[in-house]
């Protein structure tokens, strides 16, 4: 595929920048909010992922508004009003060839585009607005706000210091915050981000929503920190027929949060027909890398140790041709297509992870997940447990990781079995060795078990039956359920491979640690 | 009362096509009537289908609100059935080529598939 062509329209004596990508059988402009750059949204995996869903079933028209992105530049002391902005929309459509199209309004598009489907009603098909609102002071900020904004974006601009003003929950993702800064940049020069801002404050569409005559779709975020969701509480009263769904999330920018979810939404409406649901169930290796020492370092250092660690990781996952699946807490997982990939890159991690000094433990499972939205599934929840039962600086797999990786080099060794609620049989597990050692010309005999590899609560069962206590002797001293205590026998028989009770005292007694009789 | 309608043959598609006139075109089908559509992303197990005469209007009115050039070329008749290339250019130069493929009913169009590939 050639890249994506970007062109440009002329509307009075300004060019215009636009790129038209899709072979749907209708038109779908999409007007972005306060500053874009075509360029640029292609580099975000969730911008991108939104612009692909819209271009697969409609023909999808893209452009930088004026002053903004790559569209020539107004002198920032003279904007244009909110007029001859719409009228950017029809240059470009009049460009592309589209005598009617359906329009989206994200955030401070949405009263472009309103204005637009008044404007033009027979040269719009439908009006999609998401975040939208038609006044900005009442539904955005407050006049006091705007100036700190303002005063905030003149020194700071460029820096992706505006993120958490549009999308709180991401302020944590250094690699999206860095994307976020050069978005600023490229974007806007900071006086003309300051003047933008002071023009969308101007915004005063009210008066016009009586005369919105196309059908109406308005999207809002319920707990979106840039927009009130009553601003499209209040679009839905007052533009005839339009019909409002509110959705789960926080962070304002279309492109943000859970883009399918709004993608789904948007071609229903436009297409008459619900997403076909998108299936793309795919074999891949997980990996989960769990890092903790908060106890041990401090908050202060944790979290700037852990900040490092994540960058480490995105950095050596992407290298290792993996994807940012998402991060569950202090859980981060990544998908590989090949399992010795996610095993190669957990090496390497455990080793970033030393020379930043945090502990590391990871899982590695391979098998069917979704691609897409965050990970869920077996396949998931199976490697986040081995995450959490692998011990500090292990890579715990399924042995099927090891099977699969066969040839590939990597050598592993029998880590025993894990029953998990969800499996009906126990997982049969391997362990990454760190180095891959010449000799011994024969296998050695697999070690016999270590109490080592019980867990700590899990040697307190197996002494307290070597000392000849029933379950429910042992529920009452540890202060645990008797269920609970069957599950921990039932590990322990298995972790040793023993037969019985019997032979799991008769074990305690041959491993008695220095404290013991 | 006697309607008086077009024939549906291949001079009628190619006045309407090139013409765009999309009420002109969607006349031309039975109410039940399905459109398949096979491109990049409706691959060939899993077609687009637009299944009825107001949906297939939606999608005429669409495609001919475009300001683009269509030219249909070759028009294949044979019984029941009728074939036909079309070659279409929009303003900044974009190609797309499609052939369709129609079966007739009763005169109108009761099926039709249309493959079609796009510059990109």
């Known amino acids: 595929m050639r890249p994506i062509e970007t062109r440009y329209a ?51 028209i893209l452009f930088d508004k004026r002053g903004t992105g790559l569209s020539d530049r107004v002198d920032p002391h003279r904007l244009p009003t909110l007029e001859t902005r719409m009228d950017d929309v029809r240059a470009v459509m009049d460009a592309t060839g589209s005598g009617r199209a359906a329009i989206l309004g994200a955030s401070e598009g ?7 489907a008044a404007t033009y009603p027979e040269r719009t098909r439908a009006l999609v607005l998401y975040g939208g609102y038609a006044h900005f002071h009442k539904w955005v900020m407050p006049p006091e706000r705007l100036e700190a904004f303002i005063e905030a974006a003149g020194t700071s601009w460029g820096t992706g210091a505006t993120l958490p003003n549009f999308a709180p929950g991401r302020v944590d993702d250094t690699h999206f915050t860095h994307w976020w800064a050069r978005f600023e940049r490229l974007s806007a020069s900071p006086t003309a981000a ?25 999207i809002h975020r319920r707990n979106d ?120 890159c957990a090496a390497l991690l455990r080793e970033a992870a030393q020379e930043i000094g945090v502990a590391s433990a990871q899982g590695v499972h391979v098998g069917e997940v979704e691609m897409r939205g965050p990970p869920a599934g077996l396949t998931a929840r199976v490697a986040m447990q081995l995450a959490a039962h692998a011990e ?27 029953s998990l609620d969800e499996l009906d049989e126990p997982l049969a597990l391997v362990q990454v060795t760190a180095e891959q050692h010449l000799e011994p010309a024969c296998r050695p005999k697999p070690k016999p078990a270590e109490p080592a590899t019980l867990t700590a609560r899990e040697s307190e069962v197996v002494s307290l039956i070597a000392d000849g206590k029933s379950n429910a002797a042992i529920a009452a001293e540890l202060d645990l359920s008797e269920h609970t205590v069957k599950r921990h026998v039932a590990n322990i028989l298995l972790k040793l491979d023993l037969p019985s009770r019997a032979a799991a005292a008769a074990f305690s007694a041959r491993h008695a640690g220095p404290d013991g009789p | 009362m006697l309607i008086k309608t077009q024939t549906v043959d291949g001079a009628a598609i190619k006045r309407a096509i090139e013409g765009r006139d999309g009420k002109m075109l969607s006349s031309f089908y039975n109410d039940d009537a399905v459109v398949r559509v096979i491109d990049r992303n409706n691959p060939p197990s899993k077609p687009r289908e637009i299944r009825g005469r107001a949906a297939i209007s939606t ?15 070759t028009t294949i008749a044979e019984g029941d059935s009728l074939a036909f290339t079309q070659a279409c250019a929009y303003p900044d130069g974009t190609k797309v080529f499609c052939a369709a493929m129609l079966e007739l009913k009763n005169g109108r169009i009761s099926r039709q598939t249309v493959v079609q590939a796009w510059d990109e």
Request: some cysteine.
């Open chain 1, 392 to 418: 500090r600086g292990n890579i715990l797999c399924s042995r099927l990781v090891a099977e699969l990786a066969a040839g590939s080099g990597l050598h592993f060794i029998d880590a025993g079995r894990i």
């Open chain 1, 194 to 218: 300051a003047a933008l801002a002071r023009m969308n404050a101007g915004i005063d569409v009210r008066d016009m929503l009586g005369t919105i005559n196309v059908p109406t779709y308005l």
């Open chain 1, 10 to 60: 002329r509307s009075g004596d300004v060019r215009i920048a636009y790129q038209v990508v899709g072979q749907g059988s209708f038109d779908l402009v999409f007007v972005p909010g306060f500053i874009s750059n075509l360029d640029l949204q292609w580099e975000d995996e969730g911008y991108s992922r939104l612009l692909k869903r819209l271009s697969a079933f409609s023909r999808l």
């Open chain 1, 225 to 344: 920190a840039r927009v009130d969701p009553d601003a499209s509480r209040f679009l839905a009263r007052k533009i005839p027929g339009a019909r409002l769904v509110e959705i789960s999330g926080r962070d304002h920018p279309i492109w943000t949060g859970d883009v399918d979810r709004v993608a789904d939404l948007i071609e229903e409406f436009l297409t008459g027909e619900p997403a076909v649901a998108d299936v793309e169930r795919v074999l891949a290796a997980l990996l989960v890398t769990r890092i903790y020492d908060t106890a041990r370092l401090g908050d202060r250092l944790w979290s700037e140790r852990s900040l490092r660690f994540q960058e480490n990781w995105r950095t050596l996952v992407g290298r290792h041709g993996g994807r940012i699946a998402g991060t569950h807490g202090e859980l981060m997982i990544a998908r590989f297509d090949g399992p010795a990939r996610a095993v190669r």
């Open chain 2, 59 to 73: 999608f005429w009115d669409d495609i001919c609100s475009r300001a683009m050039i269509h030219k249909v070329d």
């Open chain 1, 110 to 116: 949405a009263p472009m585009a309103m204005l637009f």
